[in-house]
């Protein structure tokens, strides 16, 4: 095989590899934002949180509570109560790691729109709460604006 072939092999090897490499992550970057914000979440990293969130949008959410087993919606004044809530012993992190989480379907719409599955699982009530986590990206970063409750079953 001559040295140009060789190059032109290697070329097209090279071009494959990176095309794969970003139709993989344009599912997994919203997947590891969500997986990085229950680890946020468990280490009660509030300046994380502040990296994965856009505070001011989930702020906007008045008609249904993310803690999930709530009778009536909270409504957050501040995005310090946001980050307390879902730190420490804030009712959202105790529900939701009081319950398994599964991760599962990853849909993106566009570049900069995206959303991810999240079921909890109450084993004891063998009841799941799906949820739908909804990500856009903000200055180039995939972050969380919304924790849509699907369904409870």
């Avoid at 344009?26 to 590891?32: G, L, N, V």
Wanted: one cysteine or more; proline letters at 3%.
């Amino acid at each position: 095989m001559s040295v140009r072939a060789t190059v032109l092999l290697f070329s097209v090897c090279l071009s494959l590899t990176v095309l794969l490499a970003c139709a993989d992550s344009a599912e997994d970057a919203p997947r590891k934002t969500v997986i990085s914000l229950f680890g946020a979440m468990e280490k009660n990293d509030q300046a994380a949180l502040v990296y994965l969130l856009d505070l001011p949008e989930l702020m906007k959410n008045l008609n249904e509570d993310y803690a999930i087993q709530t009778d009536s919606p909270r409504v957050f004044t501040s995005p310090e109560q946001v980050l307390e809530d879902l730190t420490g012993e804030g009712l959202t992190k105790e529900t939701w790691f009081s319950l398994q989480r599964i991760i599962s379907q990853v849909q993106v719409e566009g570049d900069d729109v995206a959303s991810v599955d999240v079921t909890f699982v109450d084993k004891e009530k063998s009841q799941g709460y799906m949820t739908r986590f909804g990500l856009h990206k903000v200055n180039g970063k995939w972050k969380i604006y919304s924790f849509k409750t699907v369904s409870g079953s």
